[in-house]
């Protein structure tokens, strides 16, 4: 074969899964059919759990460095009270506020250190799979492996040759994003970037937003805008600067000038989620599984968090210690949470239409935002550090292992560094049971664990705890990390 495991779409999704397989060893083909990096900024945002999860990885550090700002908080449909993010005992209680274009150039560069290039200017045309291997005709030639990850976006080629149905909304209206270069900034326009920006109303539903994304010598700005009874026949087509240029000076006066737009967008309200993440030996990741409208900036985010889930269960499939079944818990982990996704950003489309009916729903969400147990619920929820899988068990089971300094310094989440599992114990008899499943498990004895009741914990490589004592360890390693070596 020519690769272990194909996977087509070179955004953050792509890359996080491809990092993942060839840190563990798999031999990966990267294909991506556009000719290089447009450099477009596109998403904005890290959410914490989408931080924890690069931390992980060793790969945190690089997009902080480029990051424009600490947001330390977040929204839920722009309504006036903001979701904390600091009630998780999270490392990263705050959003990292960074465009996509220079998370994949930090992804890429981590990728390239363990030998793996993305292959340009290879669209996939077909797609065949039997029972023992999958095909792909990638830019003229055939590309043959055991597995293939479709992570190539809303429009996703894999998913609709895989036949995978993409039940949904359609899209009722459109919103226009565009990154533009302001000569002058008109009054009132927001000049940090954070979560409010400079938002404009018109009781015709008509709305805009605009902040800086740049430093202060290029003085880029993001724009959001939709017009009311727009009708937009092809929401590909080219936006063209004009359309830009007369929204900006419509919402923010004729005095802001613009001196360049570097791109635009349309989008929409349309949410869809694939009816199975799974069709026999490919998978789905990403945009491709599911989309819905960009309010929270979860997009970029769950499909990372996506292939941190696919990704370890792909490699122990490839190695050949993968237990039965741990492939399909993929679709069973994953599928619910892209489903809350769309829950939460069809609830705040409803929170945006205009009429009185939804102006009293927003006056009485305004209300309950204002609750600690509602803002946590929901702060939770947008930046994905609520998410337990349903793995059997109580809290903490199921549950992210929240980052903390262990009695020796070092912080647990950087036991992650080489994708293992991590048995952290404060009971001695349990590394020794552990040790047969060496480099597969670290285990990794300390004096206690601080913040935790319980005296160990057993956590996946994608940083959910699989057990704690009451049942015992062998059938936790048996059931996540397969027969123990000889």
């Known amino acids: 074969m020519d690769a272990d495991v194909i996977v087509v779409g070179a955004g953050p999704t792509g890359l996080t899964l491809a990092h993942e397989l060839a840190l563990a060893g798999v031999d990966v083909a990267l294909l991506d059919k556009g000719p290089g990096r447009t450099g477009e900024s596109r998403a904005l945002n890290l959410h914490p759990r989408t931080a924890e999860i690069l931390a992980m990885r060793g790969m945190l550090d690089g997009a902080e460095e480029q990051a424009r700002a600490r947001l330390e908080t977040t929204h839920f449909a722009h309504l006036p009270v903001p979701l904390a993010l600091d009630g998780w005992n999270s490392r990263y209680p705050y959003q990292v506020a960074i465009p996509q274009a220079e998370v994949e150039q930090v992804l890429e560069e981590h990728l390239a250190g363990l030998g793996v290039r993305v292959r340009w200017n290879a669209e996939v045309t077909d797609i065949e799979q039997d029972a023992e291997r999958i095909r792909v005709q990638a830019g ?13 976006g809303g429009r996703s080629f894999v998913r609709k040759q895989l036949g995978i149905a993409f039940p949904g909304l359609e899209a009722r209206w459109f919103g226009t994003v ?3 270069v302001l000569g002058v900034a008109g009054e009132g326009i927001a000049t940090t970037w954070d979560t409010k920006g400079s938002p404009r109303m018109r009781p015709d539903g008509s709305f805009a937003n605009i902040f800086p994304i740049g430093n202060e010598s290029d ?9 009311a009874d727009q009708v937009i026949d092809d929401q ?5 600067d004009t359309e830009v240029v007369a929204a900006i000076e419509e919402f923010y006066g004729s005095e802001t000038e613009v001196k360049e737009v570097r791109w635009a967008s349309r989008f929409s309200d349309a949410s869809r989620l694939a009816e199975h993440y799974r069709a026999g030996r490919a998978f789905l990741a990403g945009d491709a599984a599911h989309i819905h409208l960009p309010l929270g900036g ?9 292939a941190m889930n696919l990704g370890w269960k792909l490699a122990a499939d490839v190695a050949g210690w993968a237990p039965e079944g741990l492939l399909d818990t993929y679709h069973g982990e994953r599928h619910p949470v892209g489903a809350a996704v769309l829950t939460n950003t069809r609830a705040q489309v409803a929170l945006g239409q205009k009429g009185v009916e939804h102006d009293a729903l927003r006056e009485i969400f305004t209300q309950l935002l204002a609750l600690p147990e509602a803002n946590r619920l929901l702060g939770g929820a947008i930046s994905g550090l609520s998410i337990r899988y349903d793995l059997g068990g109580d809290e903490p089971v199921g ?6 300094v262990l009695p020796d310094g070092r912080w647990a ?4 560094h080489q994708g293992h599992g991590v048995l952290l114990t404060a009971l001695p008899d349990l590394v020794a049971e552990a040790a047969p499943w060496t480099g597969r498990v670290d285990a990794v004895a300390v004096r206690e664990l601080p913040g935790l009741s319980a005296e160990a914990v057993l956590v996946r490589p994608d940083g959910h705890i699989c057990w704690v004592p009451g049942t015992p360890l062998a059938d936790a390693l048996h059931r996540w990390f397969g027969a123990p070596r000889p």
């Not at 979860?298 to 996506?306: A, H, K, M, P, S």
Request: hydrophobic share 40%; glycine share 10%.
């Open 140 to 152: 003229g030639t055939w590309v043959e492996a055991r597995y293939l990850a479709g992570c190539d």
């Open 399 to 404: 549950s992210r292992l929240a980052d903390m």
């Open 298 to 306: 979860q997009g970029l985010n769950t499909g990372i968090q996506d």
């Open 219 to 227: 003085r880029v700005h993001r724009i959001f805008y939709s017009v």
């Open 236 to 240: 590909r087509a080219k936006v063209p």
């Open 413 to 416: 989440g950087d036991l992650f």
């Open 178 to 180: 565009s990154d533009v």
